[in-house]
């Protein structure tokens, strides 16, 4: 598989109401950007997760694969972890398998670190390849990493995730909006109000893949190993 990606948020909340939106099915789907369903099918207690995620890539077309999921909730440095392997089928599907974890990593100052590192293939051969390097993997790690600020809005501010999504749409047609006028109107202030659209921050409510990390912080044995997939990944099976 290509470069891997990886996303970073810093959380200000408990672990456990963190570990609860990103492990239940139906909390989940609500902030992640990537899905649009997700379901658990039934299996044996202490086995690790099936489940199946499904993917609206047009009105009405649900793009739908398969996964598994394993979690380890409990651990001697008081992180937790989970690992996921997933496939889709569907000629739609720009992904064939793919594979990936969760960490979280609590920090001494109150909160947690909020990290993924994943990895994919991508379909169509050459043509795939080189669509998913110039277009699709810079899309997905943009995706990730704004569905991880839209979670922190809401564990910290209590910003549902819907709400959240307004925000953004509302905030981006705002800034377009002043850039068409601007243009349209040919005021000379134009390109001081096209540059002020695409660099000024968003506003606290709004979420913004800028501030989460895109890369392994730091250097040293402990960066390591938060950005290394944990064992867990090599014993899950392909779904």
Request: charged share 30%; hydrophobic share 40%.
């Given at each position: 598989m290509g470069g891997g990606l990886y996303v970073e948020a810093r959380i200000r909340d408990g672990m456990d109401r963190v570990w609860e939106r990103t492990q239940d099915p139906a909390r989940h789907q609500r902030?992640?950007?990537r899905f649009t369903r997700i379901a658990y099918l039934p299996g044996a207690e202490g086995e690790p997760q099936r489940f199946t995620y499904g993917v609206r890539v047009l009105p009405g077309l649900l793009v739908a694969g398969t996964g598994i999921s394993a979690g380890e909730r409990h651990r001697p440095d008081g992180t937790r972890t989970s690992a996921l392997r997933f496939a889709c089928g569907h000629p739609l599907s720009f992904l064939t398998e793919g594979r990936g974890y969760w960490?979280?990593?609590p920090c001494a100052?109150?909160?947690?670190r909020f990290l993924t590192g994943y990895d994919y293939e991508p379909r169509w051969g050459r043509p795939g390849r080189l669509a998913d390097r110039l277009l699709f993997r810079p899309l997905m790690g943009w995706a990730t990493a704004?569905?991880?600020?839209?979670l922190r809005l809401w564990?910290?501010?209590g910003i549902t995730p819907e709400r959240a999504l307004w925000r953004g749409l509302g905030e981006a047609a705002v800034r377009l909006a002043a850039v068409a006028l601007a243009a349209w109107a040919a005021l000379p202030a134009a390109v001081p109000v096209?540059?002020?659209a695409v660099l000024l921050p968003p506003l606290p409510?709004?979420?913004a893949a800028r501030r989460c990390l895109r890369r392994p912080p730091g250097r040293g044995p402990a960066a390591t190993a938060t950005a290394t997939p944990p064992a867990l990944l090599d014993r899950l099976e392909r779904p």
């Open positions: 902030w992640d950007l960490r979280y990593v100052e109150g909160g947690l704004w569905s991880f600020d839209r564990c910290e501010r096209l540059l002020a409510g709004t979420p």
